[in-house]
């Protein structure tokens, strides 16, 4: 089956520090992807995605980094902010439009 | 706030009762999941309905049992649950009616836990 990945579970940076959130996935004809955040006792709340036809996406204060070459995604936070603590995960449509997501990775930004 | 709300927020049930949880959206969308999400590991698709008709089934237990009466409801009825089925269980919509390429909406998630 399909997988999607996260390099590490947890991730703690200082407030106002930027953060990068990375991600790896399987399938590589999958053509888009969305990362989550899901802070505690709440459902996942979309974040920001990005089609394979890009490499790069930004939103506000997020930025979305997509390597196909080597199946990466990265989600970087710009001046990280207490509020950002949470679970952040990706997710991948693989062929079949199927979506497949990881585990997640836990950020804490210390005050 | 979503536009993908969940009743109720947490659920303690025996094994031996029925119990339904549900799901409602707000956003005019075609298409509505269940999910459940347990601790450390990935979400798993239960079941997905793609204007009001069951489209995929994850070889789910026959002790869950969905139901979608139309584009805005979403029901997860459950009985004789197991204590491995505790978890947080996960709604979602979606614009488009097959899902695939669109992003999904999540609700706040049931928190169960089956004694």
């Known amino acids: 089956g399909e997988s999607v990945g996260l390099h590490l579970p947890t991730l703690s940076v200082q407030e106002g520090d930027n953060s990068i959130i990375n991600c790896a996935y399987s399938?590589?004809?999958?053509?888009?992807f969305i990362w989550y955040k899901q802070e505690s006792g709440k459902g996942p709340q979309f974040i920001i995605d990005?089609?394979?036809?890009?490499d790069k996406r930004q939103g506000q204060r997020v930025t979305v980094l997509l390597n196909k070459t080597v199946k990466h995604l990265s989600l970087q936070i710009a001046a990280t902010q207490p509020g950002d603590s949470a679970v952040y995960f990706c997710?991948?449509?693989?062929?079949?439009?199927?979506?497949?997501f990881g585990t997640g990775t836990s950020l804490t930004v210390i005050p | 706030e979503t536009g993908v709300t969940q009743t109720p927020r947490h659920l303690v049930m025996g094994m031996t009762n029925k119990k339904s949880l549900k799901c409602e959206q707000h956003?005019?969308?075609?298409?509505m999941y269940w999910y459940k999400q347990s601790a450390k590991k990935p979400l798993e698709l239960m079941f997905v309905?793609?204007?009001?008709?069951?489209?995929e089934n994850n070889s789910v237990p026959s002790r869950f049992s969905p139901e979608c009466p139309n584009s805005s409801h979403l029901f997860l009825h459950l009985h004789t649950l197991q204590p491995e089925d505790s978890a947080l269980y996960l709604c979602?919509?979606?614009?488009?009616?097959?899902?695939?390429?669109?992003?999904?909406?999540f609700g706040p998630g049931t928190r169960l836990t089956v004694l």
């Open positions: 399938n590589s004809a999958s053509d888009y």
């Open positions: 997710a991948e449509n693989a062929p079949g439009n199927q979506f497949y």
């Open positions: 990005i089609r394979s036809n890009m």
């Open positions: 309905y793609s204007l009001e008709e069951r489209v």
């Open positions: 979602a919509s979606s614009q488009e009616p097959r899902g695939g390429r669109d992003t999904q909406y």
């Open positions: 956003l005019g969308h075609n298409a």
